[in-house]
């Protein structure tokens, strides 16, 4: 028996729980932790998706939930090259959990997961040397009963 809720919020806690344990030491946030922000850190973005409800059957419908999570990568330091490492290492955790870890298959209803790097940018800012961000999106798609 498939999921009958959502399972959107469940996922980002596990992803968060996952990518916590892979890159130790870097900050992982649900959203921008703002004055607690630290120098390495990941932070879910936005979560958007649409869910569709096929109407050609009887009885309870499926529901199709295709949504995506963004992510946002940051790296401090005064090094460029140090940074840019970093950053990969957190993505690299990414994906790592979505190509290694099981327990994402274990949601009742998800079907598939995905993530995919997105842009990445770099400044140099006086004060605290270079600053790297990096960003990704992870997408499910889950059905319900």
């Known amino acids: 028996m498939g999921a009958?809720?959502?399972i959107r919020w469940a996922i980002l806690e596990q992803v968060i729980r996952l990518v916590g344990r892979k890159i130790g030491g870097v900050q992982v946030a649900p959203g921008w932790p703002g004055d607690e922000a630290e120098a390495d850190m990941v932070w879910a973005g936005e979560i958007d998706g649409e869910v569709s409800i096929s109407l050609m059957s009887t009885g309870r419908k499926y529901r199709d939930d295709l949504f995506t999570i963004d992510w946002h990568f940051r790296s401090i330091g005064t090094d460029l090259g140090a940074a840019t490492t970093k950053i990969d290492?957190?993505?690299g955790a990414f994906e790592d959990v979505f190509a290694d870890d099981p327990t994402l298959g274990?949601?009742?209803?998800l079907?598939?997961?995905e993530f995919?790097?997105?842009p990445s940018d770099r400044s140099?800012?006086?004060s605290t040397g270079w600053v790297v961000f990096?960003?990704?999106t992870a997408?499910?798609?889950a059905r319900y009963e």
């Not at 274990?106 to 209803?109: E, I, Q, S, V």
């Open 4 to 6: 009958t809720n959502s």
């Open 89 to 91: 290492e957190m993505v």
């Open 106 to 109: 274990d949601f009742a209803g």
């Open 111 to 113: 079907l598939v997961a």
């Open 116 to 118: 995919s790097q997105g």
């Open 124 to 126: 140099e800012v006086k």
């Open 134 to 136: 990096a960003m990704g």
């Open 139 to 141: 997408s499910f798609h």
